[in-house]
C-alpha cells in the first residue's frame, strides 16, 4: 500500500537560507511523487511532480526535489529561503497500480526575518 | 478559466441539519475529487469521480455523506445529518488524467457544526 511520511510537521529557516523539507513514501511500483503547497485560507497549488523522467525535478519558484529510489525519499529543497515561502507543503504520491493519491500529513514551514 | 469554483467559502450550521456544498470544477477536466482537511487527520479524500462516475468513495465516513456529479461542470457533497465532528474545510479538485496528474484546488468550504 501507498504512503507517504514527512518528517518534522514544523521546520523554522532565517530568510536566505536553505530550505529543506523531508518526504519519504513507500509503494510496490514506480511512483508519482508531488509536493503542493498551501498558503493560509487557500487551496493547494502544485510545487513540481516527478514522473521517471528526471531524477531532480525543477518546481515553481525556485524548488526543487530529488527522487532518490535507493533512499524511497523526495525531499524538498530551496537555496534561499523568502518571507513569502511561509506555508504548509505536503508531499503526496500515487501510481498506476492504485489510482488514488496519498498525502502525507504536511509540514509548515516558517521563516524568520 | 477562473479555476475550480466552490461555493460556499464558509458555512456555519446547526447539529442535524443538512449541508450541500458545490464544485464547478475547470472546463476539460475529467477527474473530481472532494478532500477534508482537519488538524487531526490531515487531508483526506472522501471520494473521486472520472467522467462523472464515482471510481473510489472509500473514504467517505459513513451513511450521512454522500455525493453526486450529475455533470462534468457541477458536483455536490451533502451532509445529512449533520454532526459537531463534520467540522471542517472541504476541498473539491479537478484534474485532467486521473490522480497521476497535477490536482487544481478550489479554495475550499469551511463547515462549522455547532
Known amino acids: 500500500a501507498q504512503s507517504v511520511t514527512q518528517l518534522g510537521s514544523h521546520v523554522s529557516v532565517s530568510e536566505g537560507a536553505l530550505v529543506l523539507l523531508r518526504c519519504n513514501y513507500s509503494?510496490?511500483?514506480?511512483?508519482?511523487l508531488f509536493w503542493y503547497v498551501q498558503y493560509p485560507n487557500q487551496g493547494l497549488q502544485l510545487l513540481l511532480k516527478y514522473t521517471s523522467a528526471a531524477t531532480l525535478v525543477k518546481g515553481i519558484n525556485d524548488f526543487e526535489a530529488e527522487f532518490k529510489k535507493s533512499e524511497t525519499s523526495f525531499h524538498l529543497t530551496k537555496p534561499s529561503a523568502h518571507m513569502s515561502d511561509a506555508a504548509e507543503y505536503f508531499c503526496a504520491v500515487s501510481d498506476y497500480a492504485v489510482d488514488k493519491v496519498i498525502f502525507g500529513p504536511g509540514t509548515s514551514l516558517s521563516v524568520i526575518p | 478559466d477562473a479555476g475550480v469554483i466552490q461555493s460556499p467559502r464558509h458555512e456555519v450550521t446547526e447539529m442535524g441539519q443538512e449541508v450541500t456544498l458545490r464544485c464547478k470544477p475547470i472546463?476539460?477536466?475529467?477527474?473530481l475529487f472532494w478532500y477534508r482537511q482537519t488538524m487531526m487527520r490531515g487531508l483526506e479524500l472522501l471520494i473521486y469521480f472520472n467522467n462523472n462516475v464515482p471510481i473510489d468513495d472509500s473514504g467517505m465516513p459513513e451513511d450521512r455523506f454522500s455525493a453526486k456529479m450529475p455533470n462534468a461542470s457541477f458536483s455536490t457533497l451533502k451532509i445529512q445529518p449533520s454532526e459537531p465532528r463534520d467540522s471542517a474545510v472541504y476541498f473539491c479538485a479537478s484534474s485532467w488524467g486521473g490522480s497521476n496528474t497535477e490536482a487544481f484546488f478550489g479554495q475550499g468550504t469551511r463547515l462549522t457544526v455547532v
Open positions: 509503494s510496490s511500483v514506480p511512483p508519482y
Open positions: 472546463s476539460g477536466h475529467n477527474s
